[in-house]
Each structure stands twice: as structure tokens, then as C-alpha cells.
């Protein structure tokens, strides 16, 4: 089912970086990727490729690197009517997500959207995403850290930030690290990452290039509030359990492919990985209840 209702005016490319080891999630990404970490017995991969399936996205480019195969072997090179391909980013170890993003440089030659690897979210939260230039925030949270941004009355971006409020009563929301480019927009970025990383730039963020943009006006977001939404983010063991917490009493968001669901238990056997909450008969059930009537 496509859900999205802007009637073929809106972005059908996606692009997730997934190239980073997961450090905080270890031992649970000692062997495999952060994405396939298991959310409720879903994994956060299953749940992107579900809502971008929904939503009626046709192509998903991902940048791998730590247990990149792992990957691979579970999506394959399609998924719905969703085309999946693949970029290799040898240097994973050693740089940072500014790297990964410059690797789709010359895979990509159309409007996208942009995911980390880490956010599980409700399919709906798409709805505006899927226009470009584009940005998802929300109201800072006690559990929430990393970069945030200030917009204006009309929920343009005006500034990235990484310190604390100066002004009174400023308020800031944090970076959900779900974008959507332009064409213009990104060749835009495409430009000033070939200058980070000529300089060899390349253990910083990627919001430190479109923060210098937005500071020079050739790059302009309209942000898309997340508050009050089903959504979080995982870095830490500590995430997880909240993340699960938080889902536990929500309908999963979309109806999980049959050929995904099952290729959980097949990825959980291939890397030596017990399921602990969730036996071969209840996923076999899980599938038949999801199937239409």
C-alpha cells in the first residue's frame, strides 16, 4: 500500500548509511551491523525497508562497511517494488559518517532521503519528509544528545548548534538525522564534502557541511517536528531497552514483507545469534496473521 499522498511528486530514493561498527551496541554488533540489531524482535533494517515500502519508495542505496555482507545476504537486490543497491566504504574504520555520505556521490543524481542506521520510527512520520529539503527535529528530550538546530517562524533552519543555548528562552530541537535533498541542494553538499575530503577532513559529521551552508544561505531546510511521534534512537544498550519500551505497546506500523520476517531467523542462525524472545513458530505465525485476507 502506498500511503503518501502527494501524487507523484515526491522524493522515491532513499539513501541509509550503515557503514559505522556500532561500538556503543557492543557485543550486539560485535558480529553484525547496527541495523539488523532486534527491536521487539524486528529488526531496525525490517522496519525502514517496511515504511519506505509503504510510503512507495522505488530505490534504496545503502552505504555498508562493518559486516557490510550480513546486509546484503538479508535484503538481496530487491524488496516490494524496491530496487536495492550497494556501496562499499573500505575506510569505515577510521572515518566518520561525513565519508559515508561523500561515498553516494556519484551513485545518486536525484532528490533523496537521508537515514542513519539507528532510528526506528512510525511509517506516517514520512508523510512530509518525502518533499525535499527537508528536515525531522524534536523538541529536546532528557535522553537526547548530539547536534540540534533553531528555525524561525516558518520552520526554516536557521543554525546548527553543538552547545547550549545563549539566548533566553531559545529553544532547541534536536536532529532526528532524517533529511531530503534537492537535486540543487545536493550537488551543493556534493561540492563542499569534495573539499573536506580533499583536506582529508573526514572523522567530523556530515551536519558540520550543511551547518557551513546553511551559515552561507545555499542551503535551506524546512523542518518537520517529531514531537509527541513514535520514534527513538539507538546507540546505547541503555537506547535499546527505552526504544522497546517505548513499542511494546504500539501495532507494529506496517505489514514486514514474509521474505524479511523469515530471513530473521536465517541471519540470527548464520551468525551464531539465539532469538530469545521469539521461536520459529511464533515468527511462521506472525506471517500468516500479516498476510492479507
Keep these: 500500500m502506498n500511503r503518501n499522498p502527494y501524487n507523484g511528486s515526491y522524493i522515491t530514493t532513499a539513501l541509509l548509511l550503515a557503514a559505522g561498527t556500532g561500538s556503543r551496541l557492543f557485543p550486539l554488533t560485535q558480529d553484525s551491523p547496527k541495523c ?12 525502514l525497508v517496511s515504511n519506505l515500502n509503504e510510503q512507495g519508495f522505488k530505490r534504496l542505496v545503502i552505504v555498508t562497511g562493518h559486516q557490510g555482507n550480513c546486509i546484503r545476504e538479508f535484503l538481496g537486490t530487491k ?23 561523500w561515498m553516494a556521490r556519484n551513485i545518486l543524481n536525484e532528490p533523496f532521503v537521508l537515514f542513519e542506521s539507528d532510528i ?30 533553531t528555525f524561525n517562524k516558518s520552520r526554516k533552519i536557521e ?8 539566548r533566553l528562552n531559545e529553544i532547541r530541537y534536536k536532529t532526528v538525522n532524517i533529511y531530503s535533498f ?11 564534502l569534495n573539499q573536506y575530503i580533499s583536506e582529508e577532513n573526514v572523522n567530523c559529521y556530515y551536519e558540520t557541511v ?4 546553511v551559515d552561507d544561505g545555499n542551503l535551506s531546510f524546512q523542518s518537520v ?33 514474509e521474505n524479511i520476517i523469515l530471513k530473521t531467523a536465517y541471519l540470527s542462525e548464520q551468525l551464531g545469534k539465539e532469538i530469545t524472545r521469539t521461536s520459529t513458530k511464533l515468527i511462521t505465525g506472525l506471517v500468516s496473521e500479516l498476510k492479507p485476507s
Excluded: Q
Excluded at 539488523?36 to 524486528?42: E, K, S, Y
Excluded at 517494488?81 to 555520505?101: A, D, G, R
Design 210 to 213: 550543511f551547518a557551513e551552508l
Design 120 to 149: 526506528v520510527f512510525n511509517a506516517s512520520l514520512l508523510d512530509e519528509m518525502v518533499l525535499p529539503d527537508r528536515i525531522a527535529v524534536a523538541k529536546i528530550e532528557p535522553w537526547m544528545d548530539g547536534t540540534t538546530a
Design 159 to 166: 543554525s546548527f548548534n553543538n552547545d547550549t543555548p545563549t
Design 225 to 257: 517536528v517529531f514531537d509527541n511521534a513514535l520514534w527513538y534512537e539507538i546507540d546505547t544498550i541503555e537506547d535499546l531497552a527505552s526504544a522497546e519500551k517505548l513499542l511494546a505497546e504500539h501495532i507494529p506500523a506496517t505489514t514486514f514483507p
Design 79 to 101: 524488496s516490494g517494488c524496491m530496487v536495492i543497491e550497494y556501496i562499499y566504504s573500505p575506510l569505515y574504520k577510521t572515518t566518520n559518517n561525513i565519508y559515508s555520505l
Design 182 to 192: 534537492s537535486l540543487p541542494s545536493w550537488c551543493a553538499i556534493i561540492e563542499r
Design 36 to 47: 539488523l540489531t532486534m527491536v521487539n524482535d524486528i529488526s531496525i533494517l525490517e522496519r
